[in-house]
């Protein structure tokens, strides 16, 4: 006896299978995909039968690889009973996949699931009048709990000795041509001919593929048929057909609780935060808010009240109030001032343990350490928000906004992880049972800002504010924006080129809003802070001591005097002509950045620390600039601010330098990660990725530096440009130049 486990995702099959088969289960692969295939045996029972847990579905169309798995197991390998296990929380969204198995020539028992749950929140579901509805046995169990299990496996054993034919529950204006074609598929002895006969009519691909002959006959009668409102779209018609009837009958099966007072008051905020227009508008606000929070200098914008050199405090702000987030800073900066000046300030001075130590180590690391209460600051937001179920919404608003592009909301809940780290944002593809989602996914990880670059931001966003009066938190709000937007482009070009394939659907459950707990929270914060300081102390501190040594001694191991005679500095001199169209690569410190994004390779945050050992070399010269300008940071900012000022490097090009460093390869972890997880799918993608995300970091860093140089000349010309282009790229995109673009390079 064989029996098919068949149900939606998350309605506790495996679960349920794990329950019936203990030790026997056998897990594999269904031939030719990569879905798992479990099998095992249920003991209990004398007739021993073999229970095939198939993989979630909602429907039996053809559309994904999970629903062409279940339909030809069910059709092809005619199990002696299915078992449909039905979420009974979700009643209507379950018995939707119930009515199609239903048209199947086979013996069904339904097993009503999480009616332990539903019992707790006081449902009542009549099982008499489902049953009469249905027309097949269903049983109340629960999974997890453990009853109601042997009960069904006695009617399914029952239900299998036994033969059933299919019912349909669309009936009205449908039913005569329904059963013409049923009587078509009769005629050459097709088994379940209701299943076949309504697929048909729906204009199923593979069934008018299979039976040509039949299709042709019944076209006419089907063009004559009256859809209403459908217009001739058969599917979207039986699909409605389907879920009328159902809430039909769940009137007189389902009584449900009083709905409690938190689900309404979640209902009432979702009608503002997910707002059909509202939605991502008010989600830019709130991660806008956050940066303001994390990085303004005026947090209260109280600085227009202030005149010009009315206060000026080094810790809360100069004419206005900082942000929590830029005084922890401040604090944290003093902090490593005064440390750096117990550990470096006996050394003397000129020798190169000197140098060592307050340029490479000092410089390097305390350049790190000082963003760490801005790094925490935001990760506190971040956890908040991913706590109290926003985040969710946030895939959900994704979804619904860009799945057409082929993001959909469950790449982005791991690429929400992202934000914090490219690791396990990567191994959280792992929840996409698509294998080109996943792949695809992938791709697009290293787009969102993870909290390692966040320092580089901070970095540039304080220089830019100092010296250019250039509004911090847009600076950083930019580059999460722009992450996100490459992301939603590449998933969009991918989709249609290289990785090709459909977008399977998404359906969550939003779970209710609640409070943060503070534990977890906290938790969650001394993780990442721990994380921080070990990664500075040994990663990146060895990384400093290695980059300074390579940035101040030549070939033959002589201090140098200038940066540029040292082997890293003719290394890189090699290379900063790839980087003069992005504006970066040219002039006295062109090359400065050229290794600070070679060295960032190793990790991220090693990008700023390079600044920190660059500014640290210079620090004579700015110390005649600023005074009390000991400070590793303090110099480093000026540093890039004295860049800024010169004429070599302007804000487009450090703009896109940032951009650069956003979107190129990530950390080394995250590559192999990467790697990790492209191994356990098909075909080659790492190098294939790595090229991509090379490419795309060019080609927009190039974008960046030449729209904003355009755009510093003249607003109107550069805007103009920039709609110029825009315009350019939809036309590609509608004159499909991009897959030819792709030929060319799966040719290669
Ligand atoms: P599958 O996707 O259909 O294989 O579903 P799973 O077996 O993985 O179950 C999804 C989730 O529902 C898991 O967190 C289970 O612990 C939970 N679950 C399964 N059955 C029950 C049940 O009877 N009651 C409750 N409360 N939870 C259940
Ligand atoms: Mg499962």
């Known amino acids: 006896m064989k029996f098919a486990l068949a149900g939606n995702p998350n309605s506790g099959k495996t679960t349920l299978f794990n329950a019936l088969t203990g030790s026997t289960a056998h897990v594999g692969n269904w031939p030719g995909v990569t879905i798992d295939k479990r099998t095992g045996v249920y003991r209990k029972a004398a007739e021993r039968p073999e229970i095939i847990d198939l993989p979630g579905i909602y429907s039996l169309s053809p559309y994904s690889p999970e629903e062409i798995v279940s339909r030809n197991f069910l059709l092809d390998e005619k199990p002696d009973c299915i078992i449909n296990i039905i979420d009974a929380t979700n009643l209507e969204r379950n018995l939707y996949l119930t009515t199609q198995l239903l048209e199947l020539d086979i013996p069904i028992v339904a097993a009503l699931n999480m009616t332990d749950v539903t019992d707790k929140n006081g449902d009542r579901i009549d099982v008499a009048q489902l049953e009469k509805a249905l027309g097949i046995p269903v049983v109340k169990i629960s999974a997890l709990k453990g009853s109601g299990i042997d009960g069904l496996m006695e009617r399914s054993v029952k239900a299998a000795r036994s033969s059933r034919a299919g019912a349909s529950v669309l009936g009205g204006s449908l039913s005569a041509l329904l059963e013409e074609t049923a009587e078509l598929y009769r005629r050459e002895k097709v088994g379940s001919p209701l299943f076949h006969a309504v697929k048909l009519i729906e204009n199923d691909g593979p069934e008018v593929g299979k039976y040509p002959k039949i299709a042709e006959r019944i076209r006419p009668k089907r063009d004559a048929a009256d859809t209403g409102i459908f217009e001739g779209d058969f599917e979207g018609y039986i699909a409605d057909a389907r879920y009328k009837r159902i809430a039909a009958e769940l009137q007189s099966v389902l009584k449900k609780a009083e709905k409690n007072a938190a689900l309404t008051r979640s209902d009432k905020i979702d009608r503002v935060l997910t707002h059909k227009i509202w939605g991502i508008p008010i989600f830019l606000a709130i991660m806008l808010a956050v940066f303001h929070i994390t990085f303004s200098e005026d947090f209260l914008f109280l600085g227009v009240f202030f005149g010009e050199g009315s206060f000026d405090s080094a810790i809360f702000g100069a004419d206005a109030i900082n942000s929590p987030g830029v005084i922890l800073f401040n604090l944290m900066e003093l902090f490593t001032s005064w440390l750096g000046g117990l550990i470096g300030g006996g050394l003397p001075e000129g020798t190169w343990y000197a140098g060592l130590v307050n340029d490479g180590l000092l410089g390097g690391v305390f350049a790190v350490l000082s963003f760490m209460p801005q790094i925490l600051v935001l990760f506190l937001f971040l956890s908040v928000l991913e706590d109290s179920g926003y985040m969710a919404r946030v895939a959900f608003i994704m979804d619904r906004a860009f799945r057409r592009f082929g993001l959909s909301g469950k790449a982005f809940m791991p690429l929400i992880m992202c934000f914090g780290c490219g690791v396990p944002g990567i191994m959280a593809t792992r929840t996409l049972e698509n294998e080109k989602e996943r792949t695809r996914t992938i791709f697009l990880a290293p787009f969102f800002s993870c909290g390692a670059k966040l320092p580089i931001w901070a970095a540039f966003a304080g220089a830019f504010a100092y010296y250019k009066g250039i509004n911090a938190e847009l600076t950083v709000f930019s580059m999460y924006v722009l992450g996100i937007a490459i992301a939603i482009i590449s998933a969009f070009f991918l989709k249609n080129t290289v990785i090709k394939g459909e977008t399977p659907p998404f359906i969550m459950e939003l779970p209710a809003y609640r409070l943060p707990q503070l534990k977890n929270t906290a938790l969650h914060l001394w993780q990442k802070l721990k994380n921080y300081v070990v990664r500075a102390g040994t990663i990146i501190a060895g990384a400093t001591v290695v980059i300074w040594a390579l940035t101040s001694l030549d070939f033959s191991f002589r201090l140098v005097e200038d940066g540029g005679d040292s082997m890293m500095g003719l290394i890189s001199r090699f290379f900063t002509w790839i980087f003069v169209p992005l504006g970066f690569g040219m002039g006295e410190n062109g090359w400065k950045f050229v290794v600070a994004t070679f060295t960032g390779l190793l990790a991220k945050e090693v990008v700023v620390a390079t600044m920190g050992i660059f500014a640290g070399m210079d620090g004579d010269e700015a110390l005649e600039l600023e005074d009390g300008a000991g400070n590793p940071l303090w110099l480093m900012l000026i540093g890039v601010g004295g860049v800024l000022g010169g004429l070599d490097v302007s804000v487009p090009a450090m703009f896109a330098f940032m951009a650069f460093n956003l979107l190129s390869v990530p950390c080394m972890a995250a590559v192999a990660a990467a790697r990790g997880e492209f191994k356990s799918g098909k075909g080659h993608w790492l190098g294939k990725a790595i090229i ?41 995109v509608r004159f499909r130049i991009f897959g030819k673009i792709a030929g060319i390079f799966k040719r290669s």
């Open 692 to 732: 991509y995300w090379i490419a795309t970091a060019y080609i927009v860093a190039l974008a960046v530096f030449w729209l904003g140089t355009l755009f510093v000349a003249s607003w109107w010309l550069g805007l103009l440009v920039f709609l110029a282009l825009t315009a350019a790229i939809v036309l590609a």
